[in-house]
């Protein structure tokens, strides 16, 4: 969990209402379509997106799998 003051407001978190909420979530692009989608039907937005490159997200899960 972070702070609302440890996220850079480059990303527009320094405009919160009080009672607000934010996400951060990491899903596969597809699916990342069809939430954005829904986000905005419920009054929400996105306020960034990111691509990771596969070889990056393979590394990643390749060392997760070594120590586990």
Sequence with gaps: MLELDEVPKQYGLN???????????????GCARDFGEALYRAGGQVLHTERVPA???NELLASMNASA
């Design 55 to 57: 070889p990056v997200v």
């Design 15 to 29: 405009e919160f209402e009080p009672g607000a909420s934010a996400a951060v979530l990491a899903v596969e692009h």
